[in-house]
């Protein structure tokens, strides 16, 4: 984890929450008291993990754990009192919130860190080929589309076309979508 947030106004904890972020090699750790604060700077900032200690003295914690979940960039921690965490758990579980009932045991979060820190390292391999599959969906649809050019302007085949593309790729040593993108200014412009 490399930075997380808590939203808390109780500063007893505040401290053990930090010292558990820092105990399991989290970087910076920043701090808010209410849920107004954390909803402007979670427009402007990410964060690995948030941490939503309720109640808050502008709202009950629920809508803002929602929030935050809702950006997929944070993995979030709703920590309530034990009488309401049936209640939060149905309440926010389709959302992706986790939810840890107080008092907090010391092992157990650190176990709820560590289930975190598992499901931070598998979100970021998801993402990392979410983003390829979408950068090769965006190249095939550069290279389809010069290809229509070629058979428009050239009158060639769709064979022939993508022929023609990859030969002028392994000819020029350029990658298909790049010699795509040369055609595409040829005779787009």
Known sequence: MENALIVSSSEKSVAFFTGMLN??????????KTGAEARRVLSEHEFDIVIIYVPLPDESGESLSRHVASKETSLVILVVKGEYFDDMCAATEDAGVLVVARPV?????????????????????????????????EDIKIIDRAKYILISYLKMSEQEAHRFIEKQAMDMRATRRSVAEGVLRTYES
């Open 105 to 137: 045991d010391r092992t157990l979060f650190k176990s709820t860190l560590r289930l975190v820190k598992s499901a931070l390292a598998k979100l970021k391999t998801l993402r990392s080929e979410n983003s390829a599959l979408k950068q090769k969906i």
């Open 23 to 32: 105990a399991n090699s989290c970087g910076a750790v920043t701090v808010l």
